[in-house]
């Protein structure tokens, strides 16, 4: 048996390059004769591990240094709590404290209902009544709030926003609201400007590495704004986390370890300019299957909404579903299974995903198509 093409929404694949490298390297790590996983986060050996993967976030992603990155545990889930926790200056029953919320999914459904519990939320657009088909303008923006929250990519609907992040009627309010983006999807696969956002988060288990470590990427400015009511749990505050090297508790030294395995493959590969150029191969070679005929539904079709990381799509009929992922399966092309929210079928073309995996895909697809159809 061999490995194959996983296109597992996340966890996700990894690059079988990493894993080899990791199982070469698990039950002793260089001369410690030791694991990575045994020795103390604050021992010399974990530390240089950790600043190597700072290091490397911040080469390949080009964060400024009046940026500060943690990496914490809690997923993107627990960002959504965190975030209103540290940026808004007072809770839900205070009017002038909340923080503006633009819905284009399932994930920014689940992060402005996570903040209601702890802040005003406003929601300034929302793209519910097009079943989150296409993406949702701003409408209208608060008279205050502490930030924007958007989803950059949504990973069950599969659209995307266009980087920079267009937000014309943003340019006209006095003072600009900072973006907080969830680019757990979508991180590292595309250029960014930083200097853009106030906080970018991210799991990393879709892109980066695997679950159980979080990477936060927030303009230090904003690390005084945290309530300082003193009822903030300190491992979700960010300035104390960021003073304390993300080690407030002990961190997840093995998931810290591998994210920077990851992060020096993605070096390697080219950084981030090499993945979005795949990502643009990848996935228009997939659209260009479901645009082709009338087989296959594509869930999006407005294409300046397409993700070009998770492409959720149907069979015209319906019923075909499960003999097409179980071909799929036998023929070596896992995780495809819809997302229990959409159902039907769901590519995720994360950076681990070459294109050669998105050309089994699209093979398998014409031959079920005729076999079948
Ligand atoms: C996967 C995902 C999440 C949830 O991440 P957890 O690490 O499970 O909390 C949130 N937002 C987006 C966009 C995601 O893709």
Known sequence: MSR??????????LPAAVLAEAQAEFCEYADWRASVMEVSHRSAGFMALYEQAQALLRELLQIPDD?????????AT??????PLNLTAADKHDKGGGAAYLISGYWSQRAADEARRFCQVHIIG??????????????????????LHYADNETVHGVEFPAP?????????PAPLPLAADMSSNIAT????????GVIYAGAQKNLGIAGVTVVIVKKSLLQRARKRGDIPRVWDYQQQWQA?????????FQIYLLGRVLNWLKQQGGVAAMEKAHREKSALLYAALDAGDFYIPYVRDAASRSRINIPFFLAEEKLTAAFLAGAQAAGLLGLKGHKALGGIRASLYNSMPLAGARALVDYMREFERTRG
């Open 78 to 83: 627990g960002q959504a709590a965190a975030l």
């Open 245 to 253: 090297d993300s080690m407030l508790n002990t961190p997840p030294t």
């Open 4 to 13: 194959a093409y996983n296109f597992s929404p996340g966890p996700a694949a």
């Open 67 to 75: 940026y500060a990155v943690l990496f914490l545990t809690g997923g």
């Open 165 to 173: 992040l267009v937000l014309p009627s943003l340019s006209s309010s």
């Open 126 to 147: 929302d793209s519910a009544a097009a079943d989150y088909k296409t993406l949702p303008a701003v409408e209208e923006l608060p008279a205050s709030a502490a930030y």
């Open 190 to 197: 595309r250029a960014l400007n930083i200097g853009d956002y």
